[in-house]
Each structure stands twice: as structure tokens, then as C-alpha cells.
T-cell receptor, first 110, second 114 residues
């Protein structure tokens, strides 16, 4: 069945350093969504990518969707302590179901 | 996010008891979902419903049951057949079946079976 792998599983960075998490699907995706889950909280929608090669930015966050629509990345520039949490990607192949990646847990050391 | 409520926030049950988790949304969304999250893990789909009176099994439906009698409600029952029910349960809704619609999550229920 369809799988979505996400790496790394954990990342510790010093405040001010950059951070990147990668998402890879075993099948071509219709679109991909990114979520952030704070410790003890629930996933909160960040962004959706639909087009091949699409790049979207939200302040210090940059999201990319691969040309083949099978991979995606989230890059945070100059991390802050407020960026702490787990970042999930969720891939959709054009159905009702989203397949979530395993998540990348980010810790930012002040 | 806002508009989806789950209750209770924390739930404790004895082994062998069935328990029902509530999920209500006032967003007028057609589709609703139940996910399970274990510590340090991603989200796994238990059941989903595209419209009222219809629901489909997800990837880990064994030991769970759902109903969708009303558009705004999608309760999940964790039965005694679920071998390892302790987990964080998240309900989500989506406006329609279009893959480009966003999922909105409720605050979740943490179930602990003693």
C-alpha cells in the first residue's frame, strides 16, 4: 500500500540555525499538506501544495513539492523556540484518505 | 481547528470495557475522520465517513466501531476487542471529498486503559 516516509525522526538545533524535514511517498501524490503539532496539542494545518515543483513561503518557512509529486520538504530559516513541535506531512492520491508521515520532532535549544 | 470538539480530554477505563469517544463539528463539513496517534508516532486512520449514514474502514479499524447518524457527529467506540487501546485519539473533518480541502483537527482525547 501507499507509504509516506519522513526524515529525520528527530532534530535538535541551536536557536538561529536552519532546519529541514523531508517527506517521500511511494506513489505519486495529488497534493500534500503540512501540519505542526505542539507538545500535548493537536495537528494544525500549515499549508497545502498541489502543483509539480511548487514552492510556497510563510515568513521563515519554505515548502517545496517535487517535480514528480512524490516528495516534499519543509525548511525553516533561523529557528526560534516557538518552532518547537512535530512537523507532519500528509499525502493524498486523489481520494478521501490522507497518509501521514511519521513526523519530525524539532527541539530548539536557546 | 476551531469548530470541532472532542470530549472528554482525558479518559480512563478498565480493561475489557467498551468506551465511546465523542466528536462534534459545527463547520457543516461532509467528511469526518478518526485517527489514532501513539507516542512518537504519526497518525493512523481508523475510520472515515464521507457523508451521513456512510463510513469506511481505515488502516487500523479492528476493535473499533463508528456511526454517522448526523452530519455534525461521528462518535468512535473502542471495544474490548481492541488489544492495545491506550493512545491519543484525534477526530478531524473536511468540507467535502475534494482532495484539496483542508482537514481540521479537534483537540483530541487521551485514552488510558488500566
Amino acid at each position: 500500500g501507499q507509504q509516506v516516509m519522513q526524515i529525520p525522526q528527530y532534530q535538535h538545533v541551536q536557536e538561529g540555525e536552519d532546519f529541514t524535514t523531508y517527506c517521500n511517498s511511494s506513489t505519486t501524490l495529488s497534493n500534500i499538506q503540512w501540519y505542526k503539532q505542539r507538545p500535548g496539542g493537536h495537528p494544525v494545518f500549515l499549508i497545502q501544495l498541489v502543483k509539480s515543483g511548487e514552492v510556497k513561503k510563510q515568513k521563515r518557512l519554505t515548502f517545496q513539492f517535487g517535480e514528480a509529486k512524490k516528495n516534499s520538504s519543509l525548511h525553516i530559516t533561523a529557528t526560534q523556540t516557538t518552532d518547537v513541535g512535530t512537523y507532519f506531512c500528509a499525502g493524498n492520491s486523489g481520494t478521501y484518505k490522507y497518509i501521514f508521515g511519521t513526523g519530525t520532532r524539532l527541539k530548539v535549544l536557546a | 481547528d476551531g469548530g470541532i470538539t472532542q470530549s472528554p480530554k482525558y479518559l480512563f477505563r478498565k480493561e475489557g470495557q467498551n468506551v465511546t469517544l465523542s466528536c462534534e463539528q459545527n463547520l457543516n463539513h461532509d467528511a469526518m475522520y478518526w485517527y489514532r496517534q501513539d507516542p512518537g508516532q504519526g497518525l493512523r486512520l481508523i475510520y472515515y465517513s464521507q457523508i451521513v449514514n456512510d463510513f469506511q474502514k481505515g488502516d487500523i479499524a479492528e476493535g473499533y466501531s463508528v456511526s454517522r447518524e448526523k452530519k455534525e457527529s461521528f462518535p468512535l467506540t473502542v471495544t474490548s476487542a481492541q488489544k492495545n487501546p491506550t493512545a491519543f485519539y484525534l477526530c478531524a473533518s473536511r468540507r467535502s471529498g475534494l482532495s484539496t480541502d483542508t482537514q481540521y483537527f479537534g483537540p483530541g482525547t487521551r485514552l488510558t486503559v488500566l
